[in-house]
């Protein structure tokens, strides 16, 4: 038996009945033989409350302070997860995540793990204690400051260690039974995804999937740590990701992995700008100086009457204001003709390797979501996904529709199996 | 203009508001041209509710992961502090326990101090910056744990910080005006005493009066650091505790410092003990090896018929049943007949370096109590100070007539001077 990395997010040690009910299942893993380290993330609404109360204090809290504060929160989690364990009778002893050894940049308040010196938490683990380390913090390598990594840092917390102690696997528990298929409340039919390849979650992650998030993923998969995603309240087995299924690791034989979607996202357009080469260049450069993260890129077909072209793209709504302010003031020398800002949209992105090699594919989507009467308003492929933009109106909908058309429904006898080589 | 420190406690930032106001005030300090050092408590009743948190998920919390958890609380109260300072623009930097230089024993939950290294704080502040320090908590020399002072820890981080930056003066701000001649929620003429030396503070400490605790006094006067007690929400002059009064700290030339009062104690009294040597010490053993602090002792005259004794003390009500237990388990031994518990009790402290060459104070002390109808249980004297025990629900009326005997209430003409070199 070696080492098991778990982490348990906030609904999960949302109050004193929680952490207790945190504190058995942790032990009955050490009964089991493991080593055990535990990340845990502040209980419940704390972070948002920490953050609510330096709003009252600040105008615009940030930075050095606003990581302190927001630390809090896990130290008191942690602390009350360790009693836990020992009222239960074993040993355990908490770390913040600079006593944890974890490394950061100096970027405060989304800080980026450089590495990880779990000296203490090995020393500790060694000596039979259950090690609980705060989930989401780190310190500085310069400067030696408390930083956060952002939210949903304390499921990176848990891979960094994972990989830093060389753990056989990190158990993410959370409050739904794993990765499903698509989100099971839209699509009461979804499946609970038995194994998925790092590369498929990562394509789920970034099209809008919230159980893992993207940087999480991306980690695990650098350094080849599997991940279960599982419900730290029925304890059932949940979803695997790693790089290869293991033997008892059931494999849908379908191309497709799931259907993502995000509600998250508005569209720009910028209209009437004139087709010679440059233009584009001097849009992104103007987005990209504004520190705005933009998604999907379409230019349609240029109008050969007018010569001129429109640009789509689609970002984030919380940074559509600087999005647009940046590309009013830069109007005069791009020289285009107005901006169109439009946040009723909906991304519907399908996933799943098998797509590479099965041309079908992108027709299927395209009927599925045209059967069900939803207009496609942009159009954005990877090797292993496909995404449309649609009114969120529809969004529901065209989950569905997919959903079902690619056989994923779970009364479906079997999911679609195009010809080619689909696993 | 030197170094000024200064501690502010868990009611005078409670809430937004309250740091916000404790903010300006600091500020002020700043543009007055002092380097500033601020040290804060955990905000109103957060650390009881850490506790209550604590006591729901473990019988009995304590130690190593009890001080990790409610060393959240100044965390949160210095971020927030921090970030209201800077809002306000000015430069500010918070600092934990341990960042700060606060080195403890390993003894958690009531640390000692053994020493302070304040080098990032002298960085900090020479910087420019208002550095923010997080009271009641430090790191132990061994092991580098996290620790906690225990109760009131945070005026001792105070005094010890001031000492080891040598500061001008300690500034404690709380929510009353300053320390008084008695409690004025007891005694409505009740005075504040402009200027106090060390040792009647660390008298009238021991007695009850709860402004400042004993042992940051001490601190205090080992390292000669000038205290400020005020209120941070009127701003006005409080006391001055030091050594020897400045010019401009006005003295009253009375012998008697102040009335304290204290309701916190029970007695004991062991009936029946052989008079003869080595009975006492046998029940002081028992009781110190059962760990309580004991106050007071009395021990009765002989009665010649019997051969028998009795000895009473004092302690602390909290550590009774510890006592009695103690005692009953060594009954055989000790061959005492019976032990009394009381708990409705009151002490009365009398206290003044005066009083040293004064001997009318007794006699006037115990005249007061009379003419009230006041019964006196137990006497115990220091060179400045005097306590009895008596009835719980007399304190009241006994603390009010001691304090108008020696001329304390604030509408006298003048304090009483006895004869004598009284100052």
């Known amino acids: 038996m070696g080492l098991v990395v778990q982490k348990y997010g ?55 302070e606003f990581d302190m504060l927001l630390t809090a929160g896990e130290r008191i989690s942690m602390a009350l997860l360790a009693m836990a364990i020992k009222s239960l009778g074993h040993q355990a002893q908490s770390f913040t995540g600079s006593q944890a ?20 938490i090995r020393t500790s683990i060694d000596e039979g204690n259950i090690a609980i380390v705060a989930g989401f913090q780190g310190v500085s390598q310069e400067g030696k400051n408390i930083t956060t990594l952002g939210r ?29 298929t698509a989100d099971p409340r839209v699509v009461k039919k979804a499946k609970k995804i038995d194994w998925i390849s790092f590369e498929d979650m990562l394509e789920l992650a970034a099209s809008g999937s919230k159980v893992l998030l993207h940087r999480c993923v991306e980690y695990a998969r650098r350094y080849n740590i599997p991940i279960h995603v599982r419900s730290s309240f029925s304890g059932l087995r949940g979803t695997w990701v790693s790089n290869e299924p ?12 799931g259907v993502a979607h995000d509600v998250s996202e508005a569209k720009i357009t910028v209209v009437g700008v004139p087709d010679k080469p440059g233009e584009a260049a001097a849009i992104f450069r103007t987005i990209a ?20 072209t429109d640009i789509s793209f689609t970002l984030p709504k919380a ?29 519907i992105s399908l996933v799943g390797a098998g797509m590479k090699t099965n041309p079908g594919v992108t027709a299927g989507f395209f009927e599925a979501l045209s059967d069900a009467g939803v207009n496609i308003e942009l159009i954005s492929t990877s090797e292993i996904r496909i995404s449309v933009v649609t009114r969120a ?29 689909g696993r």
């Not at 304390?154 to 794993?178: H, N």
């Not at 100086?289 to 001129?308: F, H, K, P, Y």
């Not at 909908?397 to 679609?416: I, K, P, Q, T, Y």
Request: charged share 25%.
């Open 10 to 64: 906030g609904s999960s040690v949302a109050d004193a009945e929680g952490i207790k009910r945190v504190a058995k299942r942790i032990v009955e893993a050490k009964k089991n033989g493991h080593q055990v380290v535990v990340v845990v993330s502040a209980m419940g609404d704390t972070t948002d409350e920490l953050i609510e109360l330096a709003e009252q204090v600040s105008p615009m809290p940030a930075g050095r």
């Open 101 to 120: 050894g974890v490394i950061t940049d100096s970027v405060h308040n989304k800080a980026r793990i450089i590495d990880v010196t779990p000296g203490r």
């Open 152 to 180: 949903g840092g304390s499921d990176t917390t848990a891979v960094a260690l994972a990989a830093a102690l060389d753990a056989e696997v990190c158990e993410i528990y959370t409050d739904v039974d794993g990765v499903f």
């Open 246 to 257: 293991r033997g008892d690791q059931q494999v849908e034989h379908a191309i497709i992995s």
């Open 289 to 308: 100086d504004a520190e705005v993260n933009i998604d999907m890129v379409v230019q349609n077909v240029s109008a050969a009457s007018t010569g001129l």
């Open 319 to 347: 940074e559509g204001r600087k999005a647009i302010d940046a590309l009013e003031r830069s109007k005069p020398t791009i020289g285009f003709e107005s901006l169109r800002y439009d946040d009723q949209i909906a991304k």
């Open 393 to 421: 109106d529809d969004v529901n909908n065209a989950v569905r529709a997919v959903h079902s058309a690619f056989g994923l429904d779970s009364d479906s006898d079997e999911a679609v199996v195009y010809g080619g080589t």
